[in-house]
Protein backbone atom coordinates (compact mmCIF):
# COMPACT_ATOMS: atom_id res chain seq x y z
CA UNK A 1 0.00 0.00 0.00
CA UNK A 2 2.97 2.47 0.02
CA UNK A 3 5.48 2.87 -2.39
CA UNK A 4 8.70 5.16 -1.57
CA UNK A 5 11.43 6.57 -4.02
CA UNK A 6 14.57 7.37 -2.82
CA UNK A 7 16.78 10.81 -4.08
CA UNK A 8 19.25 13.59 -3.55
CA UNK A 9 22.47 11.14 -3.33
CA UNK A 10 25.82 11.99 -5.17
CA UNK A 11 29.48 12.48 -4.22
CA UNK A 12 30.80 15.42 -1.97
CA UNK A 13 33.98 16.13 -0.22
CA UNK A 14 34.00 15.29 3.41
CA UNK A 15 32.96 17.84 5.25
CA UNK A 16 30.08 18.78 3.07
CA UNK A 17 26.63 18.29 3.01
CA UNK A 18 23.85 16.56 1.77
CA UNK A 19 20.15 16.16 1.29
CA UNK A 20 18.55 13.03 1.07
CA UNK A 21 14.57 13.11 0.07
CA UNK A 22 11.76 10.03 1.00
CA UNK A 23 8.92 10.45 -1.42
CA UNK A 24 5.81 8.40 -0.03
CA UNK A 25 2.68 7.38 -1.95
CA UNK A 26 0.00 5.46 -0.63
CA UNK A 27 -3.42 7.17 1.14
CA UNK A 28 -2.03 5.70 4.56
CA UNK A 29 1.36 6.72 4.07
CA UNK A 30 0.95 9.91 6.72
CA UNK A 31 0.35 7.35 9.36
CA UNK A 32 3.53 5.85 8.94
CA UNK A 33 6.65 6.29 10.51
CA UNK A 34 9.74 6.45 8.40
CA UNK A 35 13.13 5.37 9.07
CA UNK A 36 16.79 5.89 6.88
CA UNK A 37 18.98 3.02 6.83
CA UNK A 38 22.44 2.61 4.84
CA UNK A 39 24.57 -0.50 3.63
CA UNK A 40 27.99 -0.20 2.80
CA UNK A 41 29.01 -2.90 0.43
CA UNK A 42 29.76 -6.12 2.38
CA UNK A 43 28.21 -4.55 5.58
CA UNK A 44 24.95 -5.02 7.24
CA UNK A 45 22.28 -2.52 6.64
CA UNK A 46 22.62 -0.07 9.52
CA UNK A 47 19.62 2.27 11.67
CA UNK A 48 20.45 6.03 10.72
CA UNK A 49 17.50 7.74 11.95
CA UNK A 50 14.07 7.59 12.59
CA UNK A 51 10.67 9.75 12.38
CA UNK A 52 7.01 8.96 13.63
CA UNK A 53 3.98 9.83 11.88
CA UNK A 54 3.62 13.42 13.26
CA UNK A 55 7.30 14.41 12.73
CA UNK A 56 7.06 14.74 16.71
CA UNK A 57 9.46 12.45 17.96
CA UNK A 58 13.12 11.61 16.04
CA UNK A 59 15.95 9.25 17.15
CA UNK A 60 19.33 8.36 15.47
CA UNK A 61 21.71 6.60 15.78
CA UNK A 62 25.07 7.73 17.61
CA UNK A 63 27.05 7.07 14.36
CA UNK A 64 24.98 10.30 12.62
CA UNK A 65 23.85 12.30 16.30
CA UNK A 66 24.53 15.68 15.90
CA UNK A 67 25.48 15.64 12.13
CA UNK A 68 22.21 14.29 10.42
CA UNK A 69 18.78 16.03 10.97
CA UNK A 70 15.41 13.88 10.21
CA UNK A 71 12.37 15.78 9.09
CA UNK A 72 9.08 15.25 7.80
CA UNK A 73 6.94 17.63 5.46
CA UNK A 74 3.44 15.33 5.88
CA UNK A 75 1.27 17.75 3.57
CA UNK A 76 3.81 16.71 0.90
CA UNK A 77 4.53 12.98 2.08
CA UNK A 78 8.20 13.38 2.21
CA UNK A 79 11.13 12.61 4.50
CA UNK A 80 14.20 14.34 4.51
CA UNK A 81 17.94 13.14 6.07
CA UNK A 82 19.90 16.48 6.01
CA UNK A 83 23.58 15.36 6.07
CA UNK A 84 26.22 18.09 7.60
CA UNK A 85 30.18 17.48 8.37
CA UNK A 86 30.16 14.13 6.10
CA UNK A 87 32.80 11.71 6.86
CA UNK A 88 34.01 9.00 4.24
CA UNK A 89 32.60 6.11 6.54
CA UNK A 90 29.26 7.49 5.97
CA UNK A 91 29.65 6.35 1.84
CA UNK A 92 26.88 3.82 1.72
CA UNK A 93 23.69 3.47 -0.10
CA UNK A 94 20.84 4.88 1.68
CA UNK A 95 17.37 3.42 2.04
CA UNK A 96 14.20 4.83 3.11
CA UNK A 97 11.89 2.53 5.31
CA UNK A 98 8.57 2.88 6.51
CA UNK A 99 6.60 0.85 9.25
CA UNK A 100 3.10 1.33 11.44
CA UNK A 101 5.21 1.03 14.51
CA UNK A 102 8.72 3.44 15.22
CA UNK A 103 9.89 1.01 17.70
CA UNK A 104 10.22 -1.83 14.92
CA UNK A 105 12.23 0.96 12.43
CA UNK A 106 14.66 2.17 15.52
CA UNK A 107 15.35 -1.75 16.72
CA UNK A 108 15.86 -2.71 13.19
CA UNK A 109 12.95 -5.21 13.12
CA UNK A 110 11.11 -6.54 9.61
CA UNK A 111 8.00 -6.74 9.92
CA UNK A 112 5.07 -8.06 7.22
CA UNK A 113 3.89 -4.07 7.78
CA UNK A 114 7.38 -2.54 6.51
CA UNK A 115 8.12 -1.20 3.13
CA UNK A 116 11.77 -0.21 1.28
CA UNK A 117 12.60 1.94 -1.31
CA UNK A 118 15.13 0.88 -3.33
CA UNK A 119 18.31 3.36 -2.23
CA UNK A 120 19.99 6.16 -3.24
CA UNK A 121 23.80 6.19 -3.51
CA UNK A 122 25.86 8.85 -1.35
CA UNK A 123 29.52 8.84 -2.00
CA UNK A 124 31.98 11.06 0.81
CA UNK A 125 35.20 11.49 -0.48
CA UNK A 126 38.85 12.05 1.27
Known amino acids: QVQLVESGGGLVQAGGSLRLSCAGSGRNFHYYAVGWFRQAPGKEREFVAV????????YYADSVKGRFTISRDVAENTVYLQMNSLKPEDTAVYYCAADALLERLRVGLRSSDDYWGHGTQVTVSS
Open 51 to 58: ISWSGGST
